[in-house]
Every structure is written in structure tokens, then in C-alpha cells.
């Protein structure tokens, strides 16, 4: 069984930091991009970061560049969304994903695999 499971989330005041994580297991996912994207309130679900599992790809929104940082450990199949200078604009539930190399990472409609998400609420 398929499982993406992320952890981190919370209540943070704006300017805070929150680091997400997203434990991958159930099959093998070196063919596949992991990434994050997240859904504010009455807002379409928009791409966040990605990243390879070697490292080699890292592909950030442009609105959150320079302040978030995303990382894999193939040792612990899991993949980290570091958050800094959070904003109240940031406020979301972020979603893990994993889509097959060679499509779109940007485009949810891609993806092969989701977690259930969790909630990042930036306070102003």
C-alpha cells in the first residue's frame, strides 16, 4: 500500500518557521519527483517545490524561493519542506506528491501519488 505521510504543520506566527516532512513508503519511488503543493482556503491547489530524490532537481514557485527549502533523505524515504519568513499568504494545506519522471511536476493533474495533507496556519 501506497503511502504518502506528511507531518509538521501547526500554528506559527507570521515571520515564523515551520519544517514540513513527507514519509514515503509502500513501493520504490527512485522514478519519481517528489514534491509539494498546497490549497489555501477557496483557492485552486498550486505547486510549491520539488525535488529528485539524488538532488539534482529542486524546482521552487516563484513565491516562495529564497524562503523555503526543500530536501530528500533516501536513507529515510523522506522528503523535508523547510519554511522560513512564513507569511499569512502562506497559510495552506500542504500536500505531498509524487510524479513520474518525465511529466510536468508543476501540474497536479501529473501526479501519481498523494498525502492527505497538513495544515500550516500563518498568523499575522
Known amino acids: 500500500q501506497v503511502q504518502l505521510v506528511e507531518s509538521g504543520g501547526g500554528l506559527v506566527q507570521a515571520g515564523g518557521s515551520l519544517r514540513l516532512s513527507c514519509a514515503a513508503s509502500?513501493?520504490?519511488?527512485?522514478?519519481?519527483?517528489m514534491g509539494w503543493f498546497r490549497q489555501a482556503p477557496e483557492k485552486e491547489r498550486e505547486f510549491v517545490a520539488a525535488?529528485?530524490?539524488?538532488?539534482?532537481?529542486?524546482v521552487y514557485a516563484d513565491s516562495v524561493k529564497e524562503r523555503f527549502t526543500i530536501s530528500s533523505d533516501t536513507a529515510k524515504n523522506t522528503v523535508y519542506l523547510q519554511m522560513i519568513s512564513l507569511k499569512p499568504e502562506d497559510t495552506a494545506v500542504y500536500y505531498c506528491?509524487?510524479?513520474?519522471?518525465?511529466?510536468?511536476?508543476?501540474?497536479?493533474?501529473?501526479?501519481?501519488?498523494w498525502g492527505k495533507g497538513t495544515l500550516v496556519t500563518v498568523s499575522s
Open positions: 506528491a509524487a510524479t513520474p519522471y518525465g511529466r510536468n511536476l508543476r501540474d497536479e493533474a501529473r501526479v501519481d501519488y
Open positions: 509502500g513501493r520504490t519511488f527512485s522514478s519519481y519527483i
Open positions: 525535488v529528485s530524490w539524488s538532488g539534482g532537481v529542486i
